[in-house]
């Protein structure tokens, strides 16, 4: 009879563990409000510390951490091509400083454009600067992100893992994955003489485009970080420049840096081509700095 007992319980605990260690997402959210709007899918790929030991950290009402919501936002950003921008922001996970940063990025990639109309219901904007005003506009215009009530916005309040989850997921909504481009440097040069300027050039089953940028004085260095296709025929190179050391002393007088690019036909399709440069950053979005356009 022990025996049989024993092995009952042995049982029991087997199963036990079992159904623990097999649960879903969905059994961890139970009835909880946001259990149907949640795509166990996305957490898997953005969210993998909250998946960990069968979902061990995810706590739907829990703040989410900064440096989480950061890495899963860059994952987001790098999966569907595009870069990350380090932002200097307030360290905390506010709903207004949320917004800023999601909006910053997305303004900076040129998936959104910046809204400074401050069309929304929400009464309780007017002590927020400008800059976290604009996020807010861009953000509720296109529908990622929304007030706590139809006229409250609540900024100072806390995200939860839920809400950033969600929030994720309405940014997923709006990117357009961008296809990377291989290509070669041929060469890179700097002259005295020149205009800026992007000339494309078919040489048998070659694409070679030359790219010339102007510089206020010598010691800029320029070099291409990659190349992608935003829509069919239209393709944007990202480049990389640097200034000269600090401190470095260079003549005063205009420079013209060239790179000359080579690129496969067959990776790019037929013609016609039309190659757009970004040129870099020098200030953040929103008016605290500007961008750099095209």
């Given at each position: 009879m022990k025996r049989v007992i024993s092995f009952t319980i042995i049982l029991v605990l087997i199963f036990s563990v079992s159904l623990n260690v097999f649960a879903d997402m969905k059994d961890v959210l139970d009835d909880h409000w946001c259990n149907n709007e949640i795509?166990?899918?996305?957490?898997?790929?953005?969210?993998?510390?909250?998946?960990?030991?069968?979902?061990?950290?995810?706590?739907?009402?829990?703040?989410?951490?900064?440096?989480?919501?950061?890495?899963s936002f860059k994952l987001l950003l790098k999966d569907y091509g595009?870069?990350?921008?380090?932002?200097?922001?307030?360290?905390?996970?506010?709903?207004?400083?949320?917004?800023?940063?999601?909006?910053?990025?997305?303004?900076?990639?040129k998936i959104l454009q910046q809204?400074?109309?401050?069309?929304?219901?929400?009464?309780?904007?007017?002590n927020l600067t400008d800059e976290e005003k604009y996020s807010i506009y861009t953000l509720y215009d296109r529908g990622i992100m929304n007030g706590r009530s139809k006229d409250?916005?609540?900024?100072?309040?806390?995200?939860?893992?839920?809400?950033?989850?969600?929030?994720?997921?309405?940014?997923?909504?709006?990117?357009?994955?961008?296809?990377?481009?291989p290509f070669k440097i041929v060469s890179s040069y700097q002259s005295?003489?020149?205009?800026?300027?992007?000339?494309?050039?078919?040489?048998?089953?070659?694409?070679?485009?030359?790219?010339?940028?102007?510089?206020p004085t010598p010691g800029y260095s320029m070099t291409v970080n990659k190349i992608v296709e935003e829509?069919?025929?239209?393709?944007?190179?990202?480049?990389?420049v640097k200034p000269p050391k600090a401190g470095a002393v260079v003549p005063q007088v205009i420079v013209y840096n060239t790179i000359v690019i080579e690129i496969d036909k067959k990776d790019i399709g037929n013609p016609p081509y039309n190659f757009k440069v970004a040129n870099g950053i020098t200030e953040t979005a929103f008016g605290k700095s500007k961008l750099v356009k095209y």
């Open positions: 795509e166990e899918t996305f957490v898997e790929i953005y969210f993998p510390y909250l998946v960990e030991n069968n979902y061990e950290k995810l706590d739907p009402d829990k703040p989410m951490e900064k440096d989480d919501f950061i890495s595009y870069t990350y921008k380090e932002l200097k922001t307030e360290n905390d996970m506010s709903r207004k400083n949320v917004a800023y940063i999601i909006a910053q990025e997305l303004v900076y990639n809204n400074n109309e401050g069309k929304t219901p929400f009464k309780d904007l007017s409250v916005f609540n900024p100072d309040g806390s995200v939860t893992q839920a809400e950033c989850i969600i929030l994720l997921q309405r940014v997923k909504g709006v990117l357009v994955s961008m296809r990377g481009i005295y003489n020149g205009s800026e300027s992007v000339k494309v050039k078919e040489v048998e089953d070659k694409v070679e485009v030359t790219l010339i940028k102007t510089f829509k069919e025929g239209v393709f944007r190179i990202e480049l990389a």
